[in-house]
């Protein structure tokens, strides 16, 4: 498992760019989203956000938790081991501690009217007027980036890509989740930030050991308010990682700008000054088209040409009333597997083995012999003698 580098707002690139007045239009100063970009910023130590994410428990509010027992106490929202030293916490104190929501703001809608899902035929609605029809994979969901037609659009994608929706790889790709937090980034819808930051932590532990881990930089400022200063710490070994920021080396290796007589500027597909397309108001929700697949015809039931079934005879007296499985002999079918047969002789070896070292213990010891149990017949030669018992048996009940 690889802990992943942080991704920041480049405010120098989009003063380069002339870019500056419109991010700010989505990404106020001093608003939740701009703490959330300017605090990916941050140092990531990975001691922590390996004990974070590893102790890491999300119980939203109002949902339904499951009590052990009667009477025991309510779990709480949220719960952290940090620096050896257990925490929990409600979900709005968890909201400023990590940096994200100011104490004051708690109170207001800023944080009480966050959303925390979009359904999911307004994302893709939403997804058509940014980036056009029929490029999103409703089997896979997910889009292309690529398709976003404005640049800006796909650079705060990425950013989102790199913090409350972080990943290591698949960047290319827009998923559900980047979409609910691109469509509240852009329409200007209030965001349930500290729900979705949670939510991420405890997804955590579900990631493959082949992907990263992201969220250090939340981490970092969390332990900063519990008064820890990380990079005093002689506990933490290894050396902080640290963040970047999308600046000009980043836009042109995306691809999106390009040199013009007034500077660099974010190119349109045709390689012209890209010119800005406002959002539409109001859209419309986009469903699936139904897979013929999926249909499954209604029938009448199949006519029973055949009649009624024949009633079939008794089994023979004393048949085998079950299915054989493998057993030892020379009957037909009774021939073992190699993988078992490999298995049955490595246990009888240490069968074996275990016996002469009991026995060369008692002799050592001057103990007399255990007498070793009886060697039992075959088994086709063991079915006759049980047949004689259950006829004795017989006998004797009558």
Not at 103 to 112: L, R, S
Request: hydrophobic share 35%; with cysteine; charged share 20%.
């Amino acid at each position: 498992m690889h802990v992943g580098s942080h991704a920041s707002i480049d405010w120098d690139a989009m003063e380069e760019i002339a870019e500056t007045p419109r991010v700010r239009r989505f990404i106020p100063i001093d608003s939740p989203w701009h703490r959330l970009f300017d605090l990916a910023h941050t140092p990531t130590y990975r001691e922590l956000l390996v004990e974070f994410i590893s102790s890491f428990t999300f119980h939203p509010p109002g949902e339904p938790v499951p009590i052990p027992y009667p009477g025991a106490p309510h779990p709480p929202e949220v719960s952290f081991r940090l620096a050896g030293v257990q925490r929990s916490m409600t979900l709005a104190e968890f909201a400023v501690r990590c940096g994200l929501y100011m104490q004051e703001e708690i109170e207001t809608e800023i944080y009480t009217a966050g959303l925390v899902v979009v359904e999911k035929p307004t994302l893709v609605g939403f997804w058509q007027v940014i980036a056009g029809e029929n490029h999103w994979e409703h089997e896979k969901s997910k889009g292309r980036v690529s398709f976003v037609r404005d640049p800006l659009y796909r650079y705060l994608h990425h950013l989102l890509a790199t913090s409350i929706s972080a990943r290591g790889y698949s960047r290319e790709w827009c998923t559900t989740t980047d979409l609910f937090f691109l469509y509240c980034l852009l329409y200007r819808r209030p965001c349930a930030l500290a729900h979705g930051l949670a939510q991420y932590f405890a997804s955590g532990h579900h990631r493959q050991e082949r992907g990263f881990l992201y969220g250090g930089a939340y981490v970092t400022v969390i332990a900063r308010s519990f008064g820890l200063v990380p990079h005093q710490d002689p506990h933490l070994r290894t050396p902080a990682i640290m963040p970047m920021r999308m600046g000009m080396q980043s836009l042109w290796g995306m691809r999106v700008i390009k040199r013009f007589p007034v500077g660099p500027r974010f190119k349109n597909p045709n390689g012209g000054v890209w010119t800005e397309q406002p959002l539409p108001e109001h859209f419309e929700d986009v469903y699936p088209s139904a897979d013929p697949a999926d249909v499954v015809p209604v029938e009448d039931p199949p006519e029973d040409l055949d009649g009624p079934a024949v009633p079939q005879p008794p089994p023979p007296a004393g048949a085998p009333q079950f299915p054989r499985h493998v057993i030892r002999g020379h009957a037909p079918g009774a021939a073992l597997h190699p993988d078992v047969r490999a298995e049955l002789d490595r246990l009888n070896d240490l069968v074996g083995w275990l016996v002469r070292a009991e026995q060369d213990r008692r002799e050592r010891e001057g103990l007399p012999p255990i007498p070793l149990p009886p060697v039992r017949a075959p088994h086709q030669q063991q079915q006759p003698q049980q047949q004689q018992h259950q006829d004795s048996d017989s006998d004797l009940d009558a």
